[in-house]
């Protein structure tokens, strides 16, 4: 297994749909330009972000394929999501996703009949990794919203005689203690993911390499920004950027982080449509003053300026 790590900003992509909710697999081309011309070269699909659980097992496949037609050959590469509660699915998942030479996949812990102890959970992401054995392998850590919470350092250290192909963490925590020991394990062999956007500076400042998040497909530019910031010593610019994130997240959670994303998207000329229930979309009438909010912010400011 050569293929690299998944570097920089990795964007965790929305899945599409029309306006009646079914899968819009034609926006796909549009998602993958609006990130090249954010200078954001891997997507992360069929996670949180892209609804997961309210897709069928057939629209993650076609999912997957679209992704995998529209970046071949073009200079974006694709991490595909495939962790369900039903493990022949998620196989399934895998096995299409390492057929069609993704860069990478990844598996959240089931979150309805979760496994009780640390080698159950390793059992469960090996049995799935097994079905793409030449793709790299992450365990998708997010405990707030699987109810599945075991030291990222242990699964670590005693998944990767287990799991051929384990490359690494797309760690969605603020427990910076947890990732410090993570990511400071075995920087060669390991690669952890930062999946917190509203807190990567917290992360930069303790080693993070690469992050992962929702953000980075509308807010791209603040994060480049930040990351220059960062990398110069500049603390006062990188703080400023680093709070616009938190001003434009807080935002969001008045009106539902996913519902007032996928409308941010289309504001941004990318149409990836309603989400699914049980989530709550954005009514006509809320749409407005969510735009409001949002110029009232500085959003359209910040990500049109190349400077703070």
Known sequence: ??????????????????????L??????????????????????????????????????????????????APIQVAVHVGTNCLSDAKALARQAGDLGVAAIAALAPCYFRPRTLSGLIEWCAAIAAEAPETPFYYYDIPT????????????????DRIPTLRGIKFTSYDIFSYQLSLNLDKEAFDVLWG??????????????????????????????MLQAFRSGDWEQARQEQYRIAQLIQLFLRYGVLPATKVL??????????????LENLTAEQQTPFRKDLETLGFFDWINSKKA
């Open 24 to 73: 819009n697999l034609a926006t796909v081309e549009a998602q993958a330009a609006h990130l090249l011309r954010n200078s954001i070269h891997t997507a992360f699909i069929a996670g949180s972000t892209g609804e997961c659980h309210s897709l069928a097992l057939a629209e993650r496949l076609q999912l997957t394929q679209r992704w995998a037609e529209v970046s071949r050959g």
């Open 196 to 225: 917190a956007d509203e807190a990567l500076l917290a992360a930069l400042a303790v080693g993070a390499r690469n992050a992962i998040g929702t953000s980075y497909n509308y807010a791209a530019p603040v994060y480049h920004r």
């Open 145 to 160: 919203l699987t109810g599945v919470s075991f030291p990222m350092v242990e699964f670590l250290d005693r998944a990767a």
């Open 265 to 278: 998207m289309g504001m941004l000329g990318v149409e990836v449509g309603p989400a699914r229930p049980p």
């Open 1 to 22: 297994m050569n293929k690299p790590k998944l570097a920089g900003l990795v964007a965790a992509t929305h899945t599409p749909f029309d306006a009646n909710g079914s």
